[in-house]
């Protein structure tokens, strides 16, 4: 489908969005990307957990939030992923089929990504083998339907810290006001921006009231905080709650005492039940059941409430990213 041109103009000047892919629980995962011939196009790892989520379920989303930038906090796209492995012959043929455009669409990914290319390359000797490039996947982002949302109108909040996951993750999302809601509805995945705060084992998260299809209760979900680096991938540090939403409209005070006590009154307060917790730093990647016992890389142990969530022994998994 053909954007028009205030999308257009959003995802020209993004450099990071946030692409969600179906499982038992929705997964989330911060992605440079280049927008070109109508389609949303990516790299990844062939040992990602979203590249085998994406192969067993196409149907997957995409998020760039971009503040109030004239008047829209972002655009949600929806449609289907693509892979081109070239390692597989059938994709190899594919690829071919594309014509000129697929090469084309190569090079703007790596002109518009040069910044992140010569990070990688700078950083290559310290990135996990499974990230080199003979072990990258193309993704092609083919969208059929398109949302502009809404500004998320929250004020600055006072830190919150996720002691669940080592203190240089937690330390660097604290400040973050702004956490991305992933959601299943009618078979979908759903994103928009969220004001959040954590209550004991759960996150509280509020949408603004006119965020398309928002969810009920039992949905699916996952909220990611990330701290950006501007060219380095080692240097990013971010974590995935996932779970199950309910609606719980009393939560809305909670929220708002992290905002100085200004909430909008419209909107969906929401609780997610956290059923797994992954946090990553860098190409580093681990995750873990949710209530059970963590040590952080430094020793720091923690129990309990989400200042405690993430479990057992760390289980790398290889490329959330």
């Given at each position: 489908?053909?954007?028009?041109?205030?999308?257009?103009?959003?995802?020209?000047?993004?450099?990071?969005?946030?692409?969600?892919?179906?499982?038992?629980?929705?997964?989330?995962?911060?992605?440079?990307?280049?927008?070109?011939?109508?389609?949303?196009?990516?790299t990844t790892s062939r040992h990602a957990v979203k590249l085998i989520l994406a192969r067993r379920d196409t149907r997957a989303a995409f998020l760039v939030a971009s503040g109030a930038r004239r008047g829209a906090s972002g655009v949600l796209l929806q449609g289907m992923l693509e892979t081109y492995d070239p390692l597989s012959p059938r994709d190899d043929l594919r690829a071919v089929m594309q014509g000129p455009s697929l090469a084309l669409n190569l090079a703007g990914?790596?002109?518009?990504?040069?910044?992140?290319?010569?990070?990688?390359?700078?950083?290559l000797a310290r990135i996990p083998a499974e990230w080199w490039p003979q072990n990258r996947v193309l993704l092609r982002f083919k969208p059929d339907r398109v949302s502009?949302?809404?500004?998320?109108?929250?004020?600055?909040?006072?830190?919150?810290?996720?002691?669940?996951?080592?203190?240089q993750v937690a330390h660097a999302v604290?400040?973050?006001?702004?956490?991305?809601?992933c959601w299943v509805i009618a078979g979908l995945p759903v994103l928009a921006s969220s004001a959040?705060?954590?209550?004991?084992?759960?996150?509280?998260?509020?949408?603004?009231?006119?965020?398309?299809?928002?969810?009920?209760?039992g949905a699916p979900a996952a909220v990611v905080i990330e701290h950006h680096h501007p060219f380095r991938a080692t240097r990013m540090l971010g974590l995935c709650l996932r779970g199950k939403l309910e609606l719980e409209p009393d939560a809305r005070a909670t929220i708002a005492q992290r905002y100085g006590g200004d909430l909008?009154?419209?909107?969906?307060?929401?609780?997610?039940?956290?059923?797994?917790?992954?946090?990553?730093?860098?190409?580093?990647?681990?995750?873990?059941?949710?209530?059970?016992?963590?040590?952080?890389?430094?020793g720091d142990s923690v129990r309990g409430s989400l200042s405690a969530t993430v479990a057992g022994p760390a289980i790398p998994e290889a490329g959330i990213r």
């Open positions: 489908m053909r954007l028009d041109s205030e999308p257009r103009e959003l995802l020209g000047h993004a450099k990071i969005g946030m692409l969600a892919v179906k499982g038992r629980l929705p997964l989330v995962s911060p992605a440079a990307f280049h927008f070109g011939g109508d389609a949303i196009w990516m990914y790596a002109l518009k990504n040069a910044a992140f290319i010569g990070g990688y390359i700078l950083d502009l949302l809404p500004p998320l109108p929250v004020p600055p909040a006072r830190p919150e810290r996720v002691s669940s996951v080592p203190g604290s400040r973050h006001r702004e956490a991305q809601l959040w705060t954590l209550d004991g084992p759960d996150l509280l998260a509020w949408l603004p009231g006119d965020v398309p299809r928002p969810p009920r209760s909008p009154e419209d909107g969906s307060v929401l609780r997610l039940r956290v059923a797994r917790v992954t946090w990553w730093r860098g190409f580093e990647v681990r995750s873990r059941r949710a209530g059970e016992h963590a040590s952080d890389a430094a």
